[in-house]
């Protein structure tokens, strides 16, 4: 398993765009806010620079809109604040990333269980709150569902390593609390979470 991390900082300027197929390129230009034309550009360098051009190129997309490589790995991509991630996998994997913000109760109550709302209560962090909303959030990437698997519908613990059965399976979840950004990563089987690999704006702009 492999987690690449992108700083969008560095390309405001939108360098790179003639890289991307015409899909990508039309993709960046329909945002109106700067910060997300560049999270869309990131991403797409960093599937390029990953995956390959020609892979990329025939990338599918399943009927819950989860990007897939015909020819793998499984991977999923998150963007927030100034990052983007891409985690990546011969089995599927899920990630989300967050910009650390001061939370709302009510979006609380509205897709935590009664469980998860308690351990939040006893944490009252802002980074608690975020811990769990990555790791619903990654699994219901993992398992291609996004939101039509509702966050509310299941629990999770919020502790590093411990399996969570949802939809059948087992998912293991590791965070990761980087500049006022948390990460959670997910995958099917058990063990180390995978350490970051930052690309910089000279490697995902490589030919």
């Known amino acids: 398993m492999k987690l690449y991390i992108g700083d969008i900082r560095g ?19 329909r945002y109106h806010r700067l910060e997300d ?5 990131t991403a797409g360098l960093m599937l390029r620079r990953v995956f390959g051009e020609d892979n990329v190129s025939s990338m599918t ?18 963007h927030s604040g100034n990052m983007v991630v891409l985690l990546a996998d011969e089995r ?15 979006v609380a109550r509205k897709v935590f269980t009664t469980v998860e709302q308690n351990w939040l209560s006893c944490q009252a962090t802002d980074e608690a709150f975020f811990r ?15 939101f039509h698997l509702p966050p509310e519908s299941f629990e999770i613990c919020p502790d590093d390593g411990m399996a969570n059965i949802v ?3 087992s998912w293991y979840l590791h965070w990761l609390a980087l500049d006022h950004h948390i990460i959670c990563q997910v995958a099917e089987h058990p ?5 970051p690999v930052w ?9």
Do not use: H
């Not at 034309?37 to 550009?41: E, I, S």
């Not at 063990?191 to 350490?195: E, K, V």
């Not at 690309?199 to 030919?207: A, F, G, H, P």
């Open 11 to 29: 390309l405001f300027d939108l360098p790179g765009v003639a890289l991307l197929d015409e899909s990508r390129r039309n993709r960046v230009y």
């Open 191 to 195: 063990g180390r979470p995978a350490m």
């Open 37 to 41: 034309r560049a999270r869309c550009l």
């Open 92 to 106: 599927s994997v899920g990630v989300d990333v967050e910009f650390i913000t001061p939370y709302s109760q009510s």
């Open 199 to 207: 690309l910089s704006r000279n490697e995902l702009l490589q030919r």
């Open 167 to 169: 939809g059948g399976q």
């Open 61 to 78: 997309v399943s009927p819950f809109g989860k990007p897939i490589l015909p020819d793998g790995p499984c991977f999923n991509l998150s």
């Open 132 to 146: 769990l909303w990555t790791g619903k959030e990654a699994i219901m990437k993992a398992l291609g569902l996004g």
